[in-house]
């Protein structure tokens, strides 16, 4: 059937989630911010979760998630989401919790929270945006940054005889016997999105079976950040971090349990 075909009969091709606030978002175009909060709000919709999901936002370039995606939100301290996700999923077991964070949140003030959180099995999500630099407060080098990539901390590039080498967080996570799910995924092409969607559900259902923690990293794009318009980054990005972050599931032991 053509375009116009579908057109004509009044078809519906595509819509927004109802769960998608009619709200401006503040985040800066090209950002992949915009699309995982679009899946995440397709999946909570599709799994028949609206009522019953809870949801903690982070300090950083997703502070205001809880005024774009309509299920019920609470604002943790910079690094605590995981502790508050834990909190709130044993008050409420019931309800489907996941928190939402960057990498500074997740992988640096809230290292600790994030590793505890995960290996005791709370059956929470966690979904972690990694752009590799600190977006929100001037462009910082981040626990991700890559090795020689640029920032405003490092302009000459990250030395790993003064800054270390970047953390591959869910490397990590994948081996703490307290996570069911790990994956790491993208939301550069169709392809990836559609796969990304997946592994989202997968994490959800996963939680509210009770078979443990979670953990979807989304690697993205700063365009700002890193001073390039969307597309250079979206080329950048699969040219320098996938060949480091590599896509796909880390650990997935939910069909064993």
């Keep these: 059937m053509t375009r116009e075909e579908i057109i004509e009969k009044g078809q519906v091709v595509y819509k927004k989630p109802e769960l998608i606030n009619d709200v401006p978002m503040h985040y800066c175009p090209g950002c992949s911010h915009g699309v995982v909060h679009k899946l995440i709000a397709e999946v909570v919709e599709e799994m028949g979760m609206t009522e019953k999901t809870i949801a903690i936002s982070p300090v950083g370039c997703a502070v205001f998630a809880y005024r774009y995606i309509d299920v019920d939100w609470q604002e943790a301290a910079h690094g605590r989401a995981p502790a508050l996700a834990s909190a709130t999923k044993r008050l409420w077991p019931d309800r489907l919790v996941f928190t939402y964070q960057g990498d500074g949140d997740l992988a640096c003030i809230g290292t600790a929270e994030t590793i505890h959180a995960l290996n005791r099995a709370e059956n929470i999500t966690l979904i972690f945006i990694n752009n590799a630099i600190y977006g929100m407060t001037g462009g910082q080098m981040a626990p991700t940054t890559l090795l020689g990539m640029k920032t405003a901390t490092c302009p000459y590039g990250r030395d790993v005889s003064l800054h270390g080498y970047p953390l591959k967080i869910s490397d990590i996570a994948a081996m703490l016997d307290g996570t069911c ?77």
């Design 181 to 257: 799910y790990v994956t790491r995924q993208a939301v550069h092409t169709v392809g990836a999105i559609n796969r990304a969607k997946k592994a989202i559900r997968k994490a959800f259902e996963y939680s509210m079976q009770g078979k443990g923690s979670n953990l979807v990293e989304i690697v993205s794009t700063c365009n700002s950040g890193w001073k390039m318009n969307p597309a250079k980054s979206n080329k950048w990005m699969e040219e320098n971090m996938l060949s480091f972050y590599h896509l796909g599931d880390l650990k997935d032991t939910g069909a064993e349990k």
